[in-house]
């Protein structure tokens, strides 16, 4: 069973170039979560996708930051004009989407590094 | 705002010594989980309590859920090298959504 799979694992941009981060969950899972994740820190929620639908976008910056997660594809955020402050690790998420919520265990893909300079 | 601290920040010990890490909110949450992440990684579950004071066992390691759902610790028993990572812990807020602890860097000595 393939796993979350995560691409590019390293992805370098200049300032004001566009970053696109792709995410495909494991087979059969419907829901995808986007975490980011600053050097020397825990993990931050982005956003909730669940197959054409955002459910929750809350951890999204309002500007350049956009995700989607079509009917066919891989989840794919987005990051526009990108600045140095956009360098972490992306992690995406995933889950069956049958218990719901919290009762399901989300399986980590191995991230993206992105470095802006 | 929801917060999970985690103490300490960063453990460096030799193999075959007994550890503690903490995880600690003045939040209740409804589950919390414990990962494991190695450098260039994504975090890996390595459990999930949900009722409070319960106590879960991996082998060598002992989780345990606080009474009132606001604290947990993870217990390691004669660490090994391959312990070595960064201990997350993560609180169910709310539906879905998952509240991240600040990270123990635990590095385990041979």
């Known amino acids: 069973n393939a796993g979350v799979m995560q691409n590019p694992r390293h992805l370098v941009r200049r300032r004001g170039q566009e970053a696109r981060l792709r995410c495909s969950p494991m087979?059969?899972?419907?829901?995808v979560y986007w975490y980011r994740q600053l050097p020397e820190e825990g993990l931050k929620f982005m956003v909730y996708?669940?197959?054409?639908?955002?459910?929750?976008e809350s951890g999204m910056p309002k500007e350049r930051f956009s995700a989607e997660f079509p009917k066919e594809g891989p989840s794919i955020l987005r990051i526009q004009q990108v600045v140095r402050g956009d360098s972490a690790a992306y992690f995406c998420?995933?889950?069956?989407?049958?218990?719901?919520?919290?009762?399901?265990?989300?399986?980590f893909g191995p991230g993206t590094r992105l470095l802006v300079l | 705002t929801q917060l999970l601290e985690q103490s300490p920040q960063f453990l460096s010990i030799q193999e075959g010594e007994n550890l503690t890490v903490y995880c600690n909110s003045s939040?209740?949450?409804?589950?919390l989980q414990w990962y494991r992440q190695e450098p260039g990684e994504g975090p890996v579950l390595l459990v999930t309590?949900?009722?409070?004071?319960e106590v879960k066992k991996l082998k060598r390691l002992t989780f345990q859920f606080g009474d009132a759902r606001k604290d947990s610790s993870l217990h390691i028993t004669a660490a090994q090298p391959g312990d070595t990572g960064l201990y997350l812990c993560?609180?169910?807020?709310?539906?879905?959504?998952?509240?991240f602890g600040t990270g123990t860097r635990l590095k385990v000595l041979a």
């Open positions: 087979k059969g899972h419907s829901h």
């Open positions: 993560a609180g169910a807020s709310g539906t879905y959504k998952y509240i």
């Open positions: 939040s209740v949450f409804s589950s």
């Open positions: 309590v949900v009722t409070g004071g």
């Open positions: 998420a995933s889950s069956p989407g049958l218990a719901g919520g919290w009762r399901e265990t989300q399986y």
């Open positions: 996708l669940q197959k054409e639908n955002i459910i929750d």
